[in-house]
T-cell receptor, first 115, second 108 residues
Framework: DSGVTQTPKHLITATGQRVTLRCSPR?????VYWYQQSLDQGLQFLIH???????AKGNILERFSAQQFPDLHSELNLSSLELGDSALYFC??????????????FGPGTRLTVL | DAKTTQPTSMDCAEGRAANLPCNHS???????VYWYRQIHSQGPQYIIH???NNETNEMASLIITEDRKSSTLILPHATLRDTAVYYC?????????FGKGTRLSVIA
């Protein structure tokens, strides 16, 4: 158990819909990272937040957005869903630092299926 | 970002050492070598990282060649629970880039 929690574990929805994935980092960690893992693209970095502020963006679509709240939990919002958005979405957290930390602790993931 | 080359798959007998190689010939001077593993769709798990010296922790040992162009992750006594995909990823202060990794199967 990494100490990172994600909800829900599974999500099934239809094309065109909007969903919200939630992540709670390990106690004390201020950094949250979001990743997408699909069969054809592998594991890809989406976005990084540190203490409520966006710090880095990866291959995140404009239809996707994220935020980190004062209690440090984070949400990833996916809108206008397409079949290709079906994937595992992982959240990770790392020890407190304003910069990038690559020793990251991953949550169990949310499996999104778009029908 | 440095490109990596890892074997697609490897087998290892239970109780034996598993040696997983990674080629990262384009690694930059400020990039560390990170190793993660992913057990069947679970979240990736950090294993170890190093810059140029060999490193050891409770999970594994990391051997980095003197020219830093390749490294080997060693699981000293592999168990069935070590069956996973192992990713080698050089990185400085930049996002981790996960390739296809090596699928390690530990066989009883």
């Amino acid at each position: 158990d990494s100490g990172v929690t994600q909800t829900p574990k599974h999500l099934i929805t239809a094309t065109g819909q909007r969903v919200t994935l939630r992540c709670s980092p390990r106690s004390g960690d201020l950094s949250v990272y979001w990743y997408q893992q699909s069969l054809d693209q592998g594991l890809q970095f989406l976005i990084h937040y540190y203490n409520g502020e966006e710090r880095a963006k990866g291959n995140i679509l404009e239809r996707f957005s994220a935020q980190q709240f004062p209690d440090l939990h984070s949400e990833l919002n996916l809108s206008s869903l397409e079949l290709g958005d079906s994937a595992l979405y992982f959240c990770a957290s790392s020890a407190s630092s304003g910069g990038w930390v690559n020793e990251q602790f991953f949550g169990p993931g949310t499996r999104l299926t778009v029908l | 970002d440095a490109k990596t080359t890892q074997p697609t798959s490897m087998d290892c007998a239970e109780g034996r050492a598993a040696n997983l190689p990674c080629n990262h010939s384009t690694i930059s001077g400020n990039e560390y070598v990170y190793w993660y593993r992913q057990i069947h769709s679970q979240g990736p798990q950090y294993i170890i990282h190093g810059l140029k010296n060999n490193e050891t922790n409770e999970m594994a040992s990391l051997i980095i060649t003197e020219d830093r162009k390749s490294s080997t992750l060693i699981l000293p006594h592999a168990t069935l629970r070590d069956t996973a995909v192992y990713y080698c990823t050089p990185s400085g202060n930049t996002p981790l880039v996960f390739g296809k990794g090596t699928r390690l199967s530990v066989i009883a």
